[in-house]
């Protein structure tokens, strides 16, 4: 059993960064939470700031876990971590694109199917705290 983790990373003007996937295909053009897989004995907040330096060049100070854990395909468990960045712009090294959404946007895209699907799990619980900024 291997566990992915990503990140809700948030401005301080209350929108979160959605990464677009380039592969595989069947969800390659859908918008996630950045993130991977972590390694065996690794922390999620240290596998979490690992894959967000590789796939986005920037440092993030990590916060809370998100409430939903969301069971994949072929053994993966998803879980969603809280993020700030503390250093580097944002650059889309293996995604297709990245955007800052606000929370009207983001409940436009979940319900236009515009999401990976496992990601719409954490949907209520990002527009809730998003609306609280
Ligand atoms: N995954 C997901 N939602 C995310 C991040 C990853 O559903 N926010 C899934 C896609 C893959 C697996 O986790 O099945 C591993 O992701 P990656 O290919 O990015 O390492």
Do not use: F
Not at 92 to 116: G, I, P, T
């Amino acid at each position: 059993m291997r566990t992915v983790v990503a990140g809700a990373i948030t401005s301080s003007d209350g929108r979160l960064l959605l990464a677009q996937r380039s592969y595989p295909v069947q969800v390659a053009g859908l918008w996630e939470l950045p993130g991977g897989k972590v390694e065996p004995g690794e922390e999620l907040a240290a596998a979490l700031r690992r894959e967000l330096r590789e796939e986005l060049e920037i440092d993030v100070e990590v916060g809370a876990l998100l409430a939903e854990t969301v069971e994949l395909a072929h053994d993966l468990t998803l879980v969603a971590l809280w993020a700030r960045i503390v250093d580097g712009v944002p650059r889309a090294v293996e995604h297709s694109r990245l955007v800052w959404v606000s929370v009207d946007e983001l409940e436009d895209m979940a319900a236009s199917n515009q999401l990976v699907p496992a990601d719409t799990a954490w949907v209520p619980e990002l527009c809730e705290v998003l609306r609280q900024r």
